[in-house]
């Protein structure tokens, strides 16, 4: 078979996803649970199964027969081998085959221990390819290729950078047998350098601490984020974690909970270890101080480790994926530390990007890649304004139709004060709602975390985020070149300037630091317009954005989701479309 033009990527697990790259770009990417209404879908688990809808939507989209289809999804034999090597690892070479383990609760001898990851992958590798011939995809005459985890998170930040030459770094809690990946890309080509066994998560730690401050891992890590700048560091707290990375020469090894509770590389009772270990020490403690202790510790061991790789690979740049990296406050100090021209965190920096980051790994194995960047996220499905008021009408709401002037109205009703949900263009790709679908509000009310929360049944204390005019950022921010880019994408925090932290209040966080998404013209030229008419009519150029959806569930997809959430909601105005209902 020749060279693919269109590629098909595909992830099963939490997250679940597909994406289309066509002739080297990004072209439609989408999570199931947009489909699902289930948050986080995970088709290993969900009675709905895996990214059916969003394979089935990603073949819609494409302009011609798909040519290949590439699963972020380790090889069973593959990953039957790592298992192996990381067992014999962590006890030292040895091969006891009378020491016990233990696989979701039960004994289980060591043969079985080593046979289970083998089973489980094999089991989901024919799930996801007979879920694809449901779908039409002949694989007699389409081939599939699988892409490990960590590769697939490399490559959705390498080859949607536009740059050749960085340092590459993933991590997260646990993926294809790994916590993390080093690599160089150069020139179209990643290069290994280094791995992370899962059991020296970081991103575990950091989940254990989300569900002993009574959240829900893999779900509520960002309220750590946002709880820690209301805490301290607890020295007896911070001491009695550290014990468990040991840091030095740009390198760090789990000690205490991999050497003294042996629990092997694949059963489940890892994270309830890693949960109590954290229980343990953390007796009377208030959480906003849990939360601060966890943070600084996260950041104590990364930064470091990713400033040793920066300095001995020479690089100029770094490009992150993997879930850890949605810790906006952590790329801020990974940004901090200086001698570096660029850093760029893939968008969709979880397990949602890895269907685009199997993809694209895939057809850049078959062509030279051209420093193609991505410009942004708007790759879910769309609506037609006959689509939007077609719902309208069946809904009963009353509507204008302003056409063309629906941005300028936008505008002027923030500017008087009101609340806009916001449903335009494509669905966003990734966890962050960037104008398409969002609430919009004014920044000047400092009060506002606590009434809008409340009002979308949110955490009272989580930060609402600012978009800005790109053109007006140094007004707001203490920006530098280095994280211009990634800034675009709400993926950093930033310190904000005196003049920020006066005229918009209710993005500025505690810490003084605000999650931006900076707005040019070219890349959103329908924000960017509701955004001027606001800056013309106040003087200032940021509005409040937040994502549109129920709590707890995902952001909304189609016109009758958005009119049922703001029903709900009771907000001012909902802008769809080129239509506007007033509550």
Not at 67 to 79: F, H, N, Q, R, S
Not at 269 to 285: G, M, P
Not at 485 to 506: G, I, Y
Request: charged share 20%; net charge negative.
């Amino acid at each position: 078979m020749g060279r693919p033009r269109r590629v098909l990527g595909v992830y099963d697990g939490h997250n679940c996803n597909a994406a289309l790259v066509e002739d080297g770009r990004l072209v439609a990417a989408v999570e199931e649970e947009r489909f699902s209404r289930l948050k986080n879908h995970d088709g290993r688990i969900s009675d709905f199964g895996g990214p059916r809808q969003s394979i089935t939507w990603c073949l819609g989209q494409a302009t011609g027969p798909i040519d290949a289809v590439a699963l972020a999804l380790e090889k069973p034999e593959d990953l039957h081998r790592a298992a192996l090597l990381s067992w014999m690892s962590d006890i030292g070479g040895g091969s006891d085959k009378r020491l016990v383990k233990s696989i979701r609760g039960k004994p289980a001898s060591l043969e079985t221990v080593l046979q289970y990851p083998l089973l489980t992958q094999r089991h989901r590798t024919e799930a996801l390819l007979a879920l694809l011939r449901s779908t039409g995809i002949d694989l007699d005459s389409v081939p599939v290729s699988h892409v490990t985890h960590h590769c697939a998170h490399a490559a959705s930040a390498y080859f949607t950078s536009g740059i050749k030459e960085a340092l590459v770094v993933t991590m997260d809690g646990r993926g294809d047998n790994l916590a993390g990946s080093v690599m160089t890309g150069r020139n179209g080509h990643l290069e290994l350098l280094e791995e992370i066994n899962w059991m020296q998560s970081i991103g575990h730690l950091y989940a254990a601490a989300t569900v002993v401050c009574g959240f829900t891992a893999m779900r509520h890590e960002g309220k750590i984020t946002g709880l820690a700048a209301r805490g301290k560091v607890n020295e007896s707290l911070y001491r009695a974690l550290h014990q468990y990375f040991e840091s030095s020469e740009g390198t760090w090894t789990t000690i205490g909970l991999s050497r003294d509770i042996r629990v092997g590389p694949y059963p489940d009772s890892r994270f309830a270890q890693q949960i109590e270990a954290v229980k343990a020490h953390t007796q009377e403690i208030p959480r906003e101080d849990i939360a601060a202790t966890v943070q600084s510790l996260t950041e104590d061991v990364v930064v470091p480790y990713i400033g040793d790789k920066l300095r001995s690979t020479k690089s100029r740049n770094v490009l992150l994926a993997g879930g850890l990296f949605a810790n906006v406050l952590l790329n801020q100090r990974i940004a901090e530390l200086g001698n570096m021209d660029h850093i760029y965190i893939h968008p969709a920096m979880s397990d949602a990007g890895l269907g685009a980051g199997a993809a694209m790994s895939h057809f850049y194995q078959h062509h030279q890649y051209d420093g193609w960047s991505l410009d942004n996220v708007f790759l879910g499905p769309s609506y037609t304004d006959s689509e939007i008021q077609r719902a309208l009408d069946e809904s009963g709401v009353g509507y204008q139709d302003l056409g063309a002037k629906i941005n300028e109205r936008v505008g002027q009703l923030l500017a008087e004060g009101s609340v806009v949900a916001r449903f335009t263009g494509a669905l966003e790709y990734g966890p962050r709602a960037l104008g398409n679908r969002s609430i919009l509000y004014q920044t000047t009310a400092p009060d506002v975390n606590k009434w809008l929360n409340r009002k979308l049944k949110r955490t009272e204390f989580m930060p609402f985020a600012p978009a800005t005019l790109s053109e007006h950022a140094d007004e707001c921010y203490e920006l530098s070149l280095t994280v211009e880019r990634t800034a675009e994408f709400m993926t950093v925090t930033v310190p904000c300037t005196t003049r920020m932290k006066v005229t918009s209040p209710a993005v500025v966080h505690t810490d003084g630091t605000a999650r931006p998404q900076l707005v040019r013209r070219e890349r959103n030229p329908s924000l960017h317009h509701v955004l001027s008419t606001y800056h013309n009519l106040t003087g200032i150029p940021s509005v409040l954005n937040t994502s549109f959806n129920r709590h707890e569930e995902p952001i909304v997809r189609s016109p009758d989701e958005a009119l049922e959430s703001f029903l709900e909601f009771g907000l001012d105005y909902l802008a769809i479309g080129s239509f506007l209902v007033k509550a």
